[in-house]
Nanobody, 125 residues
């Protein structure tokens, strides 16, 4: 199975930036999509970015421009660059991978088979 481990979260002031990493190990499939999701207390898990095997990216319209997803296949790593952080970005951030259930859209967490444990992002005013 595939194991995913996130890192790079932390506490930052509004207006700052963070670069999150997701390291994959175990069996990997180049056809997999990868995604980043976040979940704040009392909120449902939401997709913030996704990337297909061919590099096509997906973002919610509300976040496009501040969130950038990328990957390094050679290093088995997925990245999320977040700029201009605001307090509303505070959440646990998770990476995910897998074709899973491809009839779901890429920003729908129900699409994915593999998940990391999450990394906390806290943004203060």
């Amino acid at each position: 199975q595939v194991h995913l481990v996130e890192s790079g979260g932390g506490s930052v002031q509004a207006g700052g930036s963070l670069r999150l990493s997701c390291a994959a190990s175990g069996y990997t499939d180049v056809t997999y999509s990868g995604g980043w999701f976040r979940q704040a207390p009392g909120k449902e898990r939401e997709g913030v970015a996704a990337i297909d095997n061919d590099g096509t990216t997906f973002y919610p319209n509300s976040l496009k421009g501040r969130f950038t997803i990328s990957k390094d296949n050679a290093n088995h790593t997925l990245y999320l660059q977040i700029g201009s952080l605001i307090p509303e970005d505070t959440a646990m951030y998770y990476c995910a991978a897998g074709p899973g259930r491809p009839w779901y859209f890429r920003l729908n967490p129900r699409r994915y088979s593999y998940w990391g444990q999450g990394t906390q992002v806290t943004v203060s005013s």
